[in-house]
């Protein structure tokens, strides 16, 4: 299994026979060198989002149309482009569970917020959400934008990810100090990736509190855009 950082909260998970696309924002992304696009987007069979924001779905329609592939999320947003756009979507809803190129891709709950920008201001885009994400022997939990959630105790214990995918850059989401209190309290990661940080001066720019307040022997790894981490 190889997971490539594009950046901000986006990434390309490639497990068994998918290529996943998950929160691609690249367009405006001050992290992503905008010449290796097509080294992002390549084979990519599936592209998933978590919620509607901007930063996380803004270039989901244009990768979609553009490599021909299904767009994945919450049925409400979904549907929605759905009326307005010809697209192949596949909506579902927290506790659904998808397969995609042999992986299972489960919905579970996050705690944060989900809209577009319309013209007469926010648009509704259904609700926010986290994956669990099986296959090649082993789980990966995308939290997606969320704080602490006393739902983490009962996801940690169903479905034991092994590899942590933490959005803790503060200010919109959890900080790293609150990111590691909530993986040594209801997971037992053998790995954690932090994202959502180094994008802007207002977010977290390093990870050092996550690594200091996680227990010994949890491998803690700082992505770099398109350098991939093989697990």
Known sequence: MKITWLGHSGFRIEIEDAVLLIDPWLTGNPMFPEARRAEALAGATHLLLTHGHGDHAGDALAIAAELRIPLVGSYDLINFWGTQHKLDGIGFNRGGTLTLGGARVT??????????QGADGPIYAGHEAGYMIAGAGHTVYMSGDTDIMADMEWMGELH??????????????MDMARAAYAARKYFAFRTVIPCHYRTFP???????ALRAGLPPGVQVIEPEVLEPISI
Do not use: K, R
């Open 160 to 173: 034991g990810p092994d590899i942590g995918i933490l959005s803790c850059g503060g200010h919109f989401t």
């Open 107 to 116: 919905m579970v709950a996050a705690s944060h917020s989900s809209s577009l």
């Open 202 to 208: 207002l977010l977290e720019q390093n990870a050092s």
